[in-house]
């Protein structure tokens, strides 16, 4: 018998040569642009295979408001080395804000998210300048315990509504128009990140989470690039939280709960980090499982967190790069 | 007239007076060497003067203005390059895109020029041109690899081409030699004098002496954070005190 061995190789197409695109024929165009094409047609479609199921609808553009927070949080913690557990802070600001446009200053729904996304980053940003010179853990401590201290002011000051929240914010015009929105945003931000990421800004901030010793030795403001990308990532969380708000027509403490600090974060760890892609794939499995698990009553959370612990444990690498292997690799006998 | 003069330069790290009242000046296009045993204060003097850490009492004039204080980046800005003696090279990237970061800078992009950075687009090239100067040759893959997979020789150079990126007027090489081999030393030589004659100021900490000779007009020697001989390099190892710093005294 002879012996034989699995070989594993590129796919022969220059596709991933520095920016620039060698293709050659019809069917190399379809590999190339194969995913993406399925990743934006896939999204843009489900509202309508969904039409009969409003309830799914929903959960779709919760994912998506995950989905932005999750690319958010991909981008600081893996591009530029912060990571940061403000999710709940850039929810809970938008959603505020939106409402204070909105409710008090009687701002439309078109306007007011715009507004609340660069108002809400604005003060994010603001608010974690002092601690952009912390490190790791450090700073995700930070940045966890600002949603806790917003949710202490408003409900000892009773200011914005106090516990009970602020009502009566507008909602979308059309069920279509409240799925398209948040779909198209997400989409906006993710290819628009990857640009970003690609470009020699990008590199800059690669640079600050490999060595930032360097940067600054350099000629360049670490803490003006830091707090650039903190703006950014804050913008996108914002107006996801602004999104939200206008979703329910209510903007409540509830805003600030801590799930959207952490689901971000197991999705990235599922999906894989640093493309933006892997954050997405990670929050389209773990919102619907999580919706799918209602069915167990209370043992949800077991059943949920066992499926968390074999995705870190089996694909550790995480899934996007997982499938980004086998798509860009094949794998054959070959005689030894 | 000197481009950078050091007015007594003091810093203590708790208990220990790591620069004590240091002075030296540096004239326009020299290079200038720093010697001195482990521990003598050296990489500190250059932390102190790039700004990565704050001196406690002295004066630092680059071209006429204190720059003493003042944050790493406007340093750098002001066109002080430093490398660092344990490399810091992006290790996620490939080689030329080490040198996106510097050619993105403020400085580089104001001076322009065929080393400057040039609009988007050029700065590839011109990453690429910086390196085949400095020594990766450039038809071959190397410029190309992960900073991560490249041999120290080639990371030293990575070092001096990140600062060469900068267009400095004055660049802090701290121990570019070290760890290099005697061929590899040889040919960072003329690469030295290359900047030299560009009329780049070149200040030198070294531990391999015979190498940094070779190329140094004068000399500094530390020890425990005091200046101890200054001058030409053979009147410093003529130098007693220079003598006893690295071989111990002869009555103990």
């Known amino acids: 018998m002879e012996a034989r061995r699995k070989e594993r190789i590129d796919?022969?197409?220059k596709v991933r040569s520095e920016g620039i695109y060698v293709v050659s024929s019809l069917k190399e165009m379809l590999y190339v642009a194969g995913p993406r094409v399925f990743l934006i047609a896939g999204l843009l479609l489900l509202p309508l295979v969904l039409e009969m199921a409003p309830y799914w609808k929903r959960v779709v553009n919760i994912m998506c408001v995950y989905g932005m927070l999750a690319i958010s949080f991909d981008f600081l913690a893996n591009i530029v080395g912060l990571v940061c557990l403000g999710g709940a802070m850039f929810i809970?600001?938008?959603?505020?804000?939106?409402?204070?446009?909105?409710?008090?200053?009687?701002?439309?729904?078109?306007?007011?998210i715009p507004l609340a996304g660069l108002a809400g980053a604005s003060i994010c940003t603001l608010l974690l300048l002092p601690c952009l010179s912390l490190r790791g853990v450090y700073f995700a401590i930070v940045t966890l315990m600002y949603p806790l201290l917003f949710t202490r002011i408003i409900e000892a000051l009773n200011i914005l509504g106090g516990t009970n929240g602020i009502t009566g914010l507008d909602s979308f015009p059309n069920p279509y128009l409240e799925n398209y929105v948040i779909i198209i945003l997400l989409l906006v931000f993710v290819f628009g990140l990857r640009r970003l990421v690609d470009e020699d800004i990008g590199l800059v901030l690669r640079g600050i989470k490999d060595n930032d010793q360097s940067v600054k030795a350099s000629g360049i403001n670490v803490a003006h690039m830091k707090a650039l990308a903190v703006f950014i990532a804050s913008f996108i969380g914002c107006l996801g939280g602004a999104y939200l708000a206008h979703l329910y027509m209510w903007a409540g403490?509830?805003?600030?709960?801590?799930?959207?600090?952490?689901?971000?974060?197991?999705?990235?760890?599922?999906?894989?980090?640093?493309?933006?892609?892997?954050?997405?794939?990670?929050?389209?499995?773990?919102?619907?499982?999580?919706e799918f698990l209602r069915f167990f009553g209370t043992f949800r959370i077991v059943i949920y967190c066992l499926i968390l612990t074999g995705f870190i444990v089996f694909k550790s690498e995480g899934l996007l790069t997982y499938f980004a292997r086998k798509y860009d690799q094949f794998e054959r006998w070959a005689k030894i | 007239m000197s481009i950078l003069s050091v007015e007594n330069i003091s810093k203590t790290f708790g208990g220990l007076q790591a620069l004590m009242s240091v002075s030296f000046s540096v004239k326009q296009g020299e290079i200038y060497g720093i010697i001195g045993p482990n521990g003598s204060g050296k990489t500190t003097l250059i932390n102190c003067i790039t700004g990565f850490i704050k001196p406690e009492a002295g004066k630092v004039y680059f071209r006429g203005s204190n720059i003493k204080g003042w944050p790493a980046h406007k340093i750098a800005r002001a066109g002080i390059a430093r490398t660092f003696q344990v490399?810091?090279?992006y290790y996620s990237l490939p080689a030329y895109k080490n040198l996106i970061i510097p050619l993105w800078s403020p400085r580089a992009r104001a001076i322009g020029g065929w080393r400057g950075g040039g609009k988007h687009g050029d700065r590839d090239t011109v990453a690429v041109d910086i390196l085949e100067e400095i020594g990766f040759e450039r038809d071959s893959r190397i410029p190309y690899k992960m900073a991560s997979t490249l041999p120290t020789g080639y990371?030293?150079?990575?070092?001096?081409?990140?600062?060469?990126?900068?267009?400095?007027?004055?660049?802090?090489?701290?121990?570019?030699?070290s760890g290099l081999s005697a061929s590899e030393v040889a040919g960072m030589v003329p690469l030295i004098e290359k900047l030299k004659m560009e009329g780049i100021t070149l200040i030198m900490v070294e531990h391999r002496l015979k190498e940094l000779f070779r190329v140094a007009d004068r000399v500094m020697a530390l020890q425990f954070g005091e200046k101890i001989a200054e001058g030409h390099y053979k009147e410093v190892i003529a130098d007693p005190r220079v003598k006893e710093a690295y071989l111990g005294s002869e009555e103990v």
């Open chain 2, 87 to 89: 490399m810091r090279p």
């Open chain 1, 11 to 13: 796919r022969g197409i």
């Open chain 1, 92 to 112: 809970g600001v938008g959603g505020y804000m939106t409402a204070i446009f909105n409710v008090y200053l009687h701002c439309p729904v078109y306007l007011a």
């Open chain 2, 155 to 177: 990371l030293k150079r990575l070092e001096l081409a990140r600062c060469i990126a900068l267009r400095p007027e004055i660049i802090f090489c701290d121990e570019v030699f």
């Open chain 1, 253 to 290: 403490l509830s805003l600030f709960a801590l799930d959207f600090s952490i689901i971000p974060i197991a999705a990235v760890t599922i999906g894989g980090g640093g493309s933006m892609l892997g954050a997405l794939i990670g929050t389209f499995i773990l919102v619907p499982l999580s």
